[in-house]
């Protein structure tokens, strides 16, 4: 089979063509490869599938939904199905985000909280509110939003000028202090924090709608805030009455321990995204979060449409179907705690790596972890990149983002299993030169 048309994305495409590594069946905690090879799920395909696989119920619920009503609009009109799934992660939700507005992926839901954060203040009298602010290493999507407020500098440089009036908070990665922290790190949350009330002395803080940051960063590879920094963000927000978002693409749906990253964190945003695990990756879906106040703020004015905002495919009837099927699993298995169950265990694997060749930290929370590697003198990436290799070629898939090899199974994973992702971990990393 020719495999020229697809322009993968975020793929090394020539040299994937030269030795593709393909999956073609999923079932539960594993993959199969067209030849049969059955490879254990390290990262929950991309942070998504946090069941497990083709979970019974959910491939049940698409194939009625769709055979029943395959679309029907929002706009102006609705259908029984998305009042349903809003209602339902409402009530899942920590209290007072009574309010779901959905998009179809996790780029999509940065940018509509962002939009919503501008048009809040703009609703409140408040217009001169423009300035957005990310966080160095923060991924927030691939749309020219989320694209400005992220803080990875392959993701930006070449995609021109972007927004106006973003700007970027440190990240909080601090290897010299922090390396081989178990849980969060115990320094420096709070002076790394405070850069935002720098920005807001130096902007005026009443020019600044919101702040975006993810619980803990994913994609950039495991950053764990340290103790106290998000306490601290929440806290200069809300002083000076800047809406703090948080990106929880990664962190909800059980993630963390608990169905939200801000209830294991004990802070509280007053937006959030969400999409991936939303529907467990099986249609794609997100959906925004927002407390009942701001909601509110934009039912004051006349009667007409409030927020010139959504998609076509917002509150798809065939993706609430499987984000209805998703909840029903997580309560009947327990799925949105089950993490905290397994976090010692995990830990205590992925730490037992500290001395393997190359590594030079691992850092974990809930039941999300990361093995940083030094990078190879000359040829940054190319480390991870072979461990991935490697580590696949044994049977286990593994995610690699440079020298950063970074781990989310399905929620589902059991202890067995968690062992072997790390020994096959160490084996890779044994056979990489
Ligand atoms: C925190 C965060 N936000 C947004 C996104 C973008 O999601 P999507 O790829 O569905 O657009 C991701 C994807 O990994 C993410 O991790």
């Known amino acids: 089979m020719r495999r020229?048309?697809?322009?993968?994305?975020?793929?090394?495409?020539?040299?994937?063509?030269?030795?593709?590594?393909?999956?073609?069946?999923?079932?539960?905690?594993y993959y199969w490869t067209p030849e049969g090879r059955q490879v254990l799920d390290g990262p929950a395909g991309l942070w998504c599938v946090n069941a497990g696989h083709c979970r019974p119920r959910i491939v049940e619920a698409v194939r009625r939904q769709v055979g029943e009503m395959d679309f029907a609009p929002t706009f102006q009109m609705g259908h029984p199905i998305a009042f349903e799934f809003a209602e339902r992660l409402a009530a899942i939700a920590p209290k007072?985000?009574?309010?779901?507005?959905?998009?179809?992926?996790?780029?999509?839901?940065?940018?509509?909280?962002?939009?919503?954060?501008?048009a809040y203040h703009r609703a409140r009298g408040e217009g001169q509110r423009y300035r957005l602010i990310g966080r160095e290493r923060g991924y927030h999507g691939v749309n020219f939003g989320g694209m400005a407020v992220g803080g990875i500098p392959t993701?930006?440089?070449?995609?021109?000028?972007g927004l106006s009036g973003v700007y970027h908070i440190r990240h909080t990665h601090d290897l010299a202090k922090n390396s081989f922290s178990r849980g969060q790190p115990l320094h420096g949350g709070i002076e790394l924090a405070d850069d935002l009330e720098r920005l807001c002395l130096f902007h005026d803080p009443s020019t600044i709608a919101a702040v975006i940051v993810e619980p803990v960063?994913?994609?950039?590879?495991?950053?764990?805030?340290?103790?106290?920094?998000?306490?601290?963000?929440?806290?200069?927000?809300?002083?000076?009455?800047?809406?703090?978002?948080?990106?929880?693409v990664i962190?909800?749906?059980?993630?963390l321990g608990k169905p939200f990253g801000a209830e294991r964190l004990g802070v509280m945003p007053d937006l959030f995204t969400t999409a991936k695990a939303l529907t467990n990756a099986t249609i794609p879906m997100g959906a925004v979060f927002a407390k009942e106040e701001i909601f509110d703020a934009f039912m004051q004015g006349p009667a007409g449409i409030e927020l010139f905002h959504g998609y076509t495919y917002s509150g798809h009837p065939v993706a609430c179907a499987a984000g209805i099927a998703m909840l029903d699993t997580c309560e009947e298995e327990g799925l949105l705690e089950r993490a905290a169950g397994l976090e010692s265990r995990w830990e205590a694997?992925?730490?037992?790596?500290?001395?393997?060749?190359?590594?030079?930290?691992?850092r974990n929370f809930g039941l999300m972890a990361a093995i940083e590697l030094a990078p190879r003198p000359g040829a940054p990436g190319a480390r991870g990149y072979e461990a991935f290799v490697r580590a696949f070629e044994s049977g286990v898939l593994i995610r690699v983002t440079a020298?950063?090899?970074?781990?989310?199974?399905?929620?589902?994973?059991?202890?067995?299993?968690?062992?072997r992702i790390f020994q096959a971990i160490r084996e890779a990393l044994t056979s990489v030169a």
């Open 403 to 419: 020298d950063i090899i970074a781990l989310s199974p399905p929620l589902i994973v059991d202890k067995p299993q968690i062992d």
């Open 4 to 29: 020229d048309a697809f322009w993968m994305p975020f793929t090394a495409n020539r040299q994937f063509r030269t030795a593709p590594r393909l999956l073609s069946r999923a079932e539960g905690m």
């Open 349 to 362: 694997a992925a730490h037992a790596l500290k001395g393997a060749p190359h590594v030079i930290d691992v």
């Open 96 to 118: 007072g985000f009574s309010r779901v507005f959905f998009t179809n992926s996790g780029s999509e839901s940065a940018d509509t909280a962002l939009k919503i954060a501008l």
């Open 251 to 255: 962190t909800g749906f059980g993630r």
């Open 155 to 161: 993701n930006r440089k070449v995609f021109g000028p």
């Open 217 to 248: 960063a994913g994609s950039a590879g495991v950053l764990v805030p340290p103790r106290g920094y998000l306490e601290r963000l929440r806290e200069i927000c809300t002083r000076h009455g800047i809406l703090l978002i948080f990106d929880e």
